[in-house]
């Protein structure tokens, strides 16, 4: 099975990280504004991407400041039952967030379209952790 694997370095430290990807005014600020989400194992946050587009992610695994995953319960058909993981890591002071959208089935013009899109997920973090202007799905141009 196909993954997809991106690295950022951002100068911030771990919990603050962990608590960008964990709270509604982090990922709010980083992936889409309209979303309900809950730092709890089990919880099933939801995310909106315009009228008709809600993807939810079940948390099923919280090492604080260490590793966040969930599991795709419902979204697009190629993204049910993948999961997206981000690890973090210290090291020289700043932290090493490695994100992880793992158990494709198969690599198809979706699969590269969404690689393309974790890497802006990062980038929109690394620029809302570090310099307070993120870009959410609302902000962007496809």
């Not at 099975?1 to 962990?18: D, F, R």
């Not at 946050?45 to 008709?52: P, R």
């Not at 809600?54 to 039952?81: A, F, G, N, Y």
């Not at 090291?91 to 793992?102: A, F, G, V």
Request: aromatic share 14%; glycine share 4%; net charge negative.
């Amino acid at each position: 099975m196909p993954n997809i694997e991106h690295l950022q370095i951002v100068n911030v430290t771990p919990a603050k990280l962990y608590e960008v990807l964990t709270t509604a005014e982090g990922l709010s600020e980083v992936w889409t504004n309209e979303l309900i989400v809950q730092d709890q194992i089990g919880f099933i946050n939801e995310f909106h991407f315009g009228s008709n587009d809600v993807t939810k992610m079940q948390v099923v695994e919280l090492e604080k400041d260490r590793k966040i995953v969930w599991k795709c319960v419902d979204s697009d058909p190629e993204w049910v039952d993948t999961f997206i993981s981000f690890e973090i890591e210290e090291k020289n002071n700043k932290s090493h967030i490695t994100l992880k959208h793992s158990d494709w089935r198969e690599l198809t013009v979706f699969y590269r379209f969404c690689n393309y899109n974790w890497g802006m997920f990062l980038y929109s973090l690394k620029s809302y952790c570090e310099d307070g202007i993120g870009l959410p799905y609302q902000k962007r141009k496809f």
